[in-house]
């Protein structure tokens, strides 16, 4: 005699609001889409994109080559400079080889980079808030001569710069940190330097803001938080880290369904799903169905706030 199957365990999915794509992101893989259709493949990009290895495979697929440096584009195809932003010598370098550029740098970085120039022209010491070696890290900085701007990491880092005038600092940020780290490292600052200057508007994105809130929000409720990104996306990573700060007992980065490890939800009864500002909504559609085969899933959205931001497409690509 066939035994009945085992009724599925109930699992409610809590599902944050506002979360995956960003306006900046959505504009530079659109600008690479729309480059290859103008002009044909192969498009270059000068590094990933975005960080999320599907949207680079796919990109890949329909025919960008990503390479990390402009000497190994040739002259005759257009280059896509990423969404992070790159120093003042690499669009130098390429209208120095009279080479077709399109720059999709995010909008909300090209801030930065006229804010750190502004205090640069004032005379001001720089010091950028960030992560070392992170693409838009390197981008800010190289839009001023060497020694001009100072990385601060840590609060400790903070705490042991020395500028040459106390009372003439500006500082700066990287716009994918978390929003609370980044609180405590500039109340640092403000502390040893009070007259020091600040962003005319905060530095970190609404996106960055917005889908930490969300998480926030969702971790209250939820045991397990999974994060839908790449190990090498900025955003994503903050997203794991405020999870855990914020209530769900953990949080797993994960790049697709096929990372989730199903022994992380024994005794959960509700999961938290975000995914981080450079990762596709179809990989949530895809976690979902994943628990879906392994448990009796009802999803509840969370929703904190509506994103309306858009930005334009280069003058090139959008005549």
Known sequence: MLQEPRPRRPLKVLLATPRGFCAGVDRA????????????????????????????????????????????????????????????????????????????????VSKVHVEAQRHFDSGREIVLIGHAGHPEVVGTMGQLPDGAVTLIETVEDARTYTPKNAAN???????????????????????RFPEISAP????????????????????????????????????????????????????????????????????????GVTAGASAPEDLVQ??????GEAFDVTVEDVDTVRETVSFKLPRLLSA
């Open 29 to 108: 893989i659109q600008i690479v889409e729309r480059a290859i259709e103008k002009y044909g493949a192969p498009v270059y990009v000068r590094h990933e994109i975005v960080h999320n290895r599907h949207v680079v495979d796919r990109l890949k697929a329909l025919g960008a080559v990503f390479v990390e440096e402009l000497s190994e584009c040739p002259t005759d195809r257009p280059v896509v400079f990423s969404a992070h932003g790159v120093p003042k010598s690499v669009p130098a370098e390429a209208k120095g080889r009279q080479m077709l550029y399109l720059d999709a740098t995010c909008p909300l």
């Open 200 to 271: 005319h508007k905060e530095d970190i994105c609404y996106a960055t803001t917005n889908r930490q809130d969300a998480v926030k929000a969702v971790a209250a409720q939820a045991e397990v938080l999974l994060v839908l990104g790449s190990a090498n996306s900025s955003n994503s990573v903050r997203l794991v880290e405020v999870a855990r700060r914020s209530g769900a007992q953990t949080a797993y980065l994960i790049d697709d369904a096929a990372g989730l490890d199903l022994a992380w939800l024994e005794g959960v009864s509700a999961v």
């Open 286 to 291: 895809g976690l979902i169905d994943r628990l």
């Open 169 to 191: 600092v500006a500082f700066a940020t990287q716009t994918t940190l978390s929003v609370d780290d980044t609180a405590e490292i500039v109340a640092a600052l403000k502390e």
